[in-house]
């Protein structure tokens, strides 16, 4: 148990990256669990750590086809589970990939997208990948190579400090949640901006797909304010290692927002909007 429990976050984090769901992390953690408890009663494992990540990587590839199938019948956009925790906390569960770029993984095959997570996160080298998923080091390179192109190609690198992108995220929702005009919260918007949001067909979003363009992004989100909500409660956190907000109503988990901004910082390209309750169980 103790070489689990000492493995468990890394863990935790490879499986969450590959499914972004953390109930299905979790699920995925008991079968590994369970498979390390009856390998470990007989032969001692000589390399506990490669064993589990081998294990629960393999688990977590068998899962995707169930995931795919739920997907199919999702209503609206879909959106990974964020993960929040304190905005004063610096780590989160390990290697922490943002919501846009698990947005971006959503895009890649379920082996792509293990295999982009293992050596670009979590800096695998291609050999040890290979052991992990039983193929050759050369066919292991040429998925990360499709991989690293795919991502790059949807999302450039770039990093926006965390303290413009707080004060961002600030001026946002003051101006989309406590009275801000129609003209204010388009100065905020990027011309090309996109909002994804996740109700899951169970909590209000912007209908079955994500919303392109400034006009119509900013009027969507005016036109919610028809629809007041009570005890609004706005708190600070880091979601999936960003500087975000955790809007409550009425006590209760409303919804979680992250955005991303331009490269220069002082616009809104997207905006994460996850409104679904089974997504916010543990966002407090």
């Known amino acids: 148990m103790a070489e689990f429990d000492d493995h468990r976050e890394l863990l935790f984090s490879m499986v969450y990256n590959m499914l972004g ?7 995925v953690l008991q079968e590994t669990w369970l498979a390390w408890d009856r390998r470990s009663r007989g032969t001692p494992v000589e390399h506990p750590r490669a ?20 997907r199919e019948t ?11 925790s304190d905005a004063s906390e610096q780590v989160l569960r390990g290697e922490s990939v943002s919501m846009a770029l698990m947005v971006v993984l959503e895009t890649l095959t379920p082996l792509e997208r293990a295999v982009f997570v293992l050596h670009e996160v979590f800096g695998y080298a291609h050999t ?7 193929r050759t080091p050369a066919s292991v390179r040429q998925v990360a190579h499709r991989a690293r192109e795919h ?21 946002f929702v003051r101006t989309a949640f406590e009275g801000g005009s129609l003209a204010s919260l388009m100065e905020l918007l990027a011309p090309d901006v996109t909002l994804w949001a996740d109700g899951g067909g169970k909590a209000p979003a912007a209908g079955r797909h994500p919303v392109h363009g400034r006009e119509r ?11 007041p909500l009570e005890g609004l409660d706005i708190r600070w956190r880091q979601v ?20 991303e901004l331009t490269p220069d910082g002082t616009r809104i390209s997207a905006i994460y909007a996850v409104t679904n309750p089974d997504k916010l169980t543990h966002a407090t």
């Open 21 to 27: 769901s953390v109930a299905d992390t979790e699920d």
């Open 51 to 70: 064993y589990l990540v081998r294990i629960a990587v393999n688990q977590a590839l068998a899962r995707q086809n169930a995931i795919s199938r739920r």
């Open 74 to 84: 999702y209503v609206g956009p879909w959106l990974p589970e964020p993960l929040v």
């Open 128 to 134: 040890e990948i290979g052991r992990i998923l039983g």
């Open 151 to 171: 991502v790059q190609a949807r999302r450039p690198r770039y990093s926006v400090d965390p303290g413009l992108r707080r004060e961002v995220t600030e001026r």
């Open 217 to 227: 992004v900013a009027k969507v989100l005016i036109a919610r304010r028809h629809q």
């Open 240 to 259: 999936n290692g960003d500087p975000s907000a955790l809007i409550f109503a009425a006590g209760a988990p409303y919804a979680v927002l992250v955005l």
